[in-house]
């Protein structure tokens, strides 16, 4: 049996050691989860969307808030920013999303009952892709969950390193409470906002291979920096919660985001959804 056979049998589960630096740091990184050629595939994919190859809502493609505010201008994927929610709409991005080498490791984190809650294709284009600032994503989806920690997974799509604006992380802040996150001045996408009290110097840099994926639990503070190298830095970010999460407001009724059944069970009292095929692209898109 070969090593690949060997971890399909066993399944991608955390090694006592993984969950005893998971623990103490509020991050893991594993690399060579995904092929090249299964990175490229999913890149292919993300491109189609935006040359407008494959049905998908207008509305949850981003561009660049530099090109958006009309400061340059960039056409294609280089005008790109990310697309959202491409799993609802795009089988190869759900199959992604329900993988268990990202899955599993989740499973020891936060149980067996999982569903997906944001996920997100990002560009950083050559030059000009634009940094993420310091923050907590908690800070976000505290207004939709009721919830210990949702867990984020950033799958790099390319090489990911500082000159080409690699993720950031502050070991062991998944135990501070939500920081205080302050708009920002400036071209900057909608969602980007700075969390009060977050120092450089605490900072380690996160550069992986393609193919590495990061865990990340959400309430470790993160950042990226802006390109500037003449490299894409693409990734894939998902963000799965606990099926035990409840709303945080109501019953549901107004779900904002799309939540997807990833595995295990779902409770109809709490943050539900079955099992299902992607969406169909809404008819007005
Ligand atoms: O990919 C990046 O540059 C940062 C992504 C991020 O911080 C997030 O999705 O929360």
Redesign the pocket.
């Known amino acids: 049996m070969n090593a690949n056979d060997m971890a399909q049998k066993q399944g991608y589960g955390l090694t006592a050691d993984e969950l005893s630096f998971w623990n103490d740091n509020g991050y893991l990184i594993r690399q060579n989860v995904f092929s090249h050629d299964e990175n490229d595939a999913l890149r292919k994919v993300a491109e189609d969307i935006v040359d407008g190859k494959r049905p998908f809502p207008t509305a949850h493609i981003d561009k660049n808030a530099l090109v958006r505010d009309g400061k340059i201008e960039e056409q294609g994927i280089y005008a790109m920013h990310k697309i959202h929610h491409p799993s609802c709409y795009v089988q190869e991005f759900l199959s992604r999303v329900r993988d268990n080498r990202l899955t599993d490791p989740i499973v020891d984190m936060m149980g067996p009952d999982i569903l997906g809650i944001n996920n997100?294709f990002?560009w950083?284009a050559p030059k000009i892709g634009l940094?993420?600032p310091w923050?907590q994503?908690m800070f976000y989806f505290r207004n939709r969950f009721n919830t210990e920690t949702t867990i984020?997974t950033?799958t790099a799509i390319d090489a990911a390193d500082r000159d080409n604006?690699c993720?950031y992380v502050i070991p062991s802040s998944h135990k501070n409470e939500i920081h205080v996150h302050d708009d920002l001045e400036g071209s900057q996408q909608k969602e980007f906002k700075l969390a009060r009290g977050a120092r450089d110097e605490d900072a380690v840099a996160v550069e992986v291979e393609p193919g590495a994926v990061v865990w990340f639990h959400s309430h470790l503070l993160?950042k990226?920096t802006d390109n500037h190298s003449l490299r894409f830095r693409r990734?894939y970010?998902i963000h799965y919660l606990s099926a035990q999460a409840e709303w945080a407001k109501g019953d549901g009724t107004y779900r904002g985001q799309p939540v997807m059944w990833v595995r295990g069970q779902t409770y109809q009292d709490k943050v539900h959804e079955v099992e299902r095929d992607v969406l169909p692209v809404p008819k007005s898109e």
């Open positions: 997100l990002i950083k940094g993420f923050h994503d984020g950033w604006g993720l993160h990226s990734s970010v």
